[in-house]
């Protein structure tokens, strides 16, 4: 049945319009497509073979794209199998140059660049991206492990920093991550009024006053700075900060928010994180 006809199954589905969402956007709207598929009205007016088929587009265009640029090509091969097997489609390249050109024309939804690469190596790949606005997060591969390394890899715009040897289902986990963050938290350095938080250098800093802070009260405020002016309830603090599925009874938050406010809030300055009683904590601009 064409789509523009009464009852076509295919008019249900914008699928351009999918396609230009962001991952977590496609897989929000396929709840929506399905629910009007399986509905009564639907159903009694669409051939099955037809939402099927509607299904079928749908789930090719709702998979996430991801671009792997590596010239080895027993790891790229490892590395796609996995890809494959979770559900993303991948996309192989093994030179620099065609890699970069596949990056501009076919738009994944992430990239999994090694850094040593004939053509043109991945980190030349990311600046040009990154120049031209790209903000595709980038998940970079390398048999170089020291800390130099990494910093530059990530200074010259890469997201997240793998090094070789690795296990691939380590890779596919921090794609996955990379994945779930807001876009703002692809920058490195995160500002909210007089506050800023260096994600690379995991320093911290209010004007010009330095504050020293643990790694979970580091990750605490990184996520609160991410979302500043929201109210963040501590169900979902211990789920994403601290990874907790459930929620415990257990005053592991405050405790943590107590030390970060004192921390943060100086004793002569406006202060930036609230507590609203009973539902949660907001991180605002200082006035």
């Not at 639907?42 to 299904?55: H, L």
């Not at 109210?231 to 415990?248: D, H, I, S």
């Amino acid at each position: 049945m064409p789509p523009n006809e009464p009852g076509g199954a295919v008019r249900l589905f914008n699928l351009t319009r999918l396609f230009n969402l962001t991952p977590k956007s496609r897989h929000l709207q396929i709840v929506d497509i399905m629910a009007l598929v399986s509905g009564k009205h639907a159903v009694s007016t669409i051939p099955g073979s037809s939402i099927a088929n509607a299904f079928a587009a749908v789930e090719i265009q709702l998979m996430t794209k991801v671009l792997l640029i590596e010239d080895d090509s027993e790891t790229a091969e490892e590395i796609t199998a996995e890809l494959v097997d979770r559900g993303f489609e991948v996309e192989w390249s093994a030179n620099g140059i065609e890699g970069l050109d596949k990056a501009r024309s076919s738009r994944p939804d992430a990239m999994i660049v090694d850094r040593l690469l004939p053509g043109m190596d991945g980190l030349t790949i990311i600046e040009a991206l990154r120049k031209d606005q790209v903000r595709t997060p980038v998940l970079v591969l390398s048999a170089l492990g020291a800390v130099d390394d990494r910093v530059r890899g990530l200074r010259m715009g890469g997201d997240d920093y793998l090094t070789k040897p690795f296990a691939v289902v380590e890779l596919v986990a921090r794609v996955e991550a990379l994945l779930r963050r807001p876009a703002e938290s692809r920058e490195t350095t995160l500002r909210v009024g007089p506050l800023e938080l260096d994600l690379i250098e995991r320093t911290a800093k209010r004007g010009d006053r330095v504050i020293d802070l643990l790694p979970r009260e580091f990750r605490l405020l990184e996520y609160m700075m991410q979302r500043s002016d929201q109210l963040l309830t501590r169900a979902m603090l211990l789920e994403e900060v601290w990874n907790y599925k459930f929620v415990p009874a257990t005053n592991l938050v405050d405790v943590h928010m107590g030390r970060l406010r004192h921390k943060v809030d100086g004793p002569d300055e406006a202060p930036m994180i609230h507590n609203v009683r009973g539902a949660g904590f907001i991180l605002r601009a200082g006035s």
